[in-house]
């Protein structure tokens, strides 16, 4: 009979720690990630605090609508002459709704001749994409993009 009440108590205890966490979660208790970060802190810690200015110079391309959030193609081109005294030294792409908003940094040197960068990005609902560069001479320019993300290719 020890036998039956050691396993008995054994699946109270299993079924007890298996459900308790999940409850927490759906609470809404569920822990932040280290790499969680807001558009506006990550932005504030990227550009220590300056901000950035919105230029022509910076071009975003994204899509107005993606059928696939969790693919999006985004390419940044900056108009630098990418000398030793005037470049890109930073690429920054930021989705300003997503739980971590930073996507990517890319660092540049003048011997990369075109700032440049293109990859894709997962966005977790509609919002908007912003790229952040960082000049040589520590100024900091913007361009940004709304895309409007469908589920299925139905808007």
């Known amino acids: 009979m020890l036998r039956r009440e050691f396993f008995k108590t054994l699946g109270v205890v299993a079924a007890a720690t298996a459900v308790v966490p999940s409850m927490s979660f759906a609470a809404g208790a569920a822990p932040k990630g280290p790499n969680e970060m807001s558009y506006e802190a990550a932005l504030k810690a990227v550009t220590n605090g300056k901000g950035a200015t919105p230029s022509d ?7 107005e609508i993606a059928e696939n959030g969790a693919v999006v193609p985004v390419t940044v081109e900056v108009d630098s002459p990418m000398t030793e005294k005037d470049y890109v030294k930073t690429i920054h792409v930021f989705a300003t709704k997503n739980n971590n908003s930073r996507c990517a ?13 293109s990859s894709r990005i997962k966005l977790g609902q509609t919002q908007d994409v912003a790229a952040i560069v960082e000049m040589s001479d520590g100024s900091f320019l913007s361009a940004a993009q709304s895309v409007k993300v469908t589920i299925g290719g139905c808007g």
């Open 57 to 63: 110079k910076v071009s975003l391309k994204v899509p």
């Open 105 to 117: 940094a890319v660092h540049l040197t003048p011997a990369n001749g075109k700032a440049m960068f």
